[in-house]
């Protein structure tokens, strides 16, 4: 099952499919890191607080 890279949560199977390249099995952040996002390449940590 993939997990986050970043927090270790699991996410689903179609999650890691839509949000990772081909290849990849886990995707580097999760809907789990609220202060985290994705930034090309890179992840890094949200500009703005993300409300849950």
């Given at each position: 099952m993939p997990e986050?890279?970043?927090c270790g949560a699991?996410?689903?199977e179609?999650?890691?499919?839509?949000?990772?390249?081909?290849?990849v099995e886990d995707p580097r952040v999760c809907p789990d890191?609220?202060?985290k996002i994705r930034d090309g390449a890179e992840v890094r940590?949200?500009?703005s607080p993300r409300d849950p």
């Open positions: 986050c890279q970043n699991f996410v689903t179609t999650y890691a499919r839509v949000f990772t390249p081909r290849g890191c609220q202060d940590d949200a500009r």
